[in-house]
């Protein structure tokens, strides 16, 4: 199943005193681009978190938001700077004598003098949060896949609708194609007739004439090519693979043997059809530039 380039998912759950909630959002982009909004506590996680949304995204550009919230308390540790703590007993106990005055010192008033305590967070233990924030984003990734491929099927059903148009135009101008050459001929007799009067027509000469200008304007070639070309649009479609730049690569092509068709083109009504033809072209390339 093809998918859309643009999604989002989102998961939350609660998890061993964390809440944590993941949020992926793509748009389009010739590779596989990530960005993450991630706490700068927990960016360890961003390269693992890169990894597994990597294994289901081929291209886009694709943000990767997440929330951890402590639910529990957590685990503190508070250091004493004993050199510091000594300086400042020392320093109230040389006042102390110099003006002989007591010290009134204890140990919660050394405690309040600056930096002799400093707090910080125990350190997060990596791989076990690791294993709570995983199951998350892998859920937050089945959603975004999900309404990837919604859009996909939308993406695939317009496509194929304009694929069905061209094929239409096409059919008409093969049909009409001959008919163009016997025009022609019958017009070239017609004018020759009306300029030597009751001279014999060399019907060799028309027929030579005609030759050369059916083989001018044949566009059987042109057409074949086409026809083949979106057999191979239709197979990619239904291929679980990425197709984006093939697709890309694939229009190109049928862009020009649409042009090729339109410079050979010498009457007014397969010339209509040839620009038919390249204006659904234009929105199918459109449309491919959503496609994974």
């Known amino acids: 199943m093809i998918r859309s380039m643009t999604g989002f998912g989102r998961a939350q759950a609660s998890v061993e005193g964390y809440n944590i909630t993941v949020e992926i959002r793509s748009v389009n982009h010739r590779y ?3 960005y993450a909004k991630i706490p700068r506590t927990y960016a360890f996680l961003e ?15 694709v943000e990767c938001s997440v929330q951890i919230e402590a639910t ?15 300086g400042y007993v020392n320093a109230v106990d040389s006042i102390s004598e110099m003006f002989g005055i007591a010290s009134d010192l204890s140990a919660l008033s050394v405690a309040r003098f600056s930096d002799v305590l400093s707090i910080s967070k125990a350190p997060v233990d990596e791989d076990a949060l ?19 491929e919604a ?3 939308k ?31 019958e017009k070239l007799l017609e004018r020759m007739r009306n300029v030597l009067g009751d001279v014999q027509v060399d019907e060799a000469r028309i027929l030579t004439e005609a ?14 090519r086409l026809r083949s070309h979106f057999e191979q649009l239709d197979n990619m479609l239904n291929s679980d693979e990425a197709i984006g730049r093939k697709l890309d690569f694939l229009v190109q092509e049928i ?36 496609i994974e």
């Open 32 to 34: 596989f681009e990530f």
């Open 47 to 61: 390269e693992k978190i890169k990894s597994t949304l990597s294994g289901g995204i081929s291209r886009g550009k």
């Open 72 to 86: 529990a308390d957590e685990s503190v540790v508070v250091t004493v700077n004993e050199p510091l703590a000594r």
């Open 130 to 148: 690791w294993a709570k924030v995983e199951p998350v984003v892998k859920s937050a990734l089945e959603g975004f896949v999900s309404m990837r």
């Open 151 to 153: 859009e996909g099927s």
């Open 155 to 185: 993406l695939r059903e317009d496509v194929l609708s304009r694929a069905a148009t061209i094929l239409d135009n096409v059919a008409y101008i093969e049909q009409r194609s001959p008919e163009t050459v016997k025009q022609y001929s």
């Open 211 to 224: 030759a050369i200008y059916a083989d001018k304007v044949a566009v059987a070639e042109e057409t074949v």
């Open 255 to 290: 862009n020009r043997e649409a042009n090729t068709i339109g410079s050979k083109a010498q009457d007014v009504d397969i010339a209509r059809r040839v620009i038919d033809i390249k204006a659904e072209v234009e929105k199918i390339r459109e449309q491919i530039q959503n």
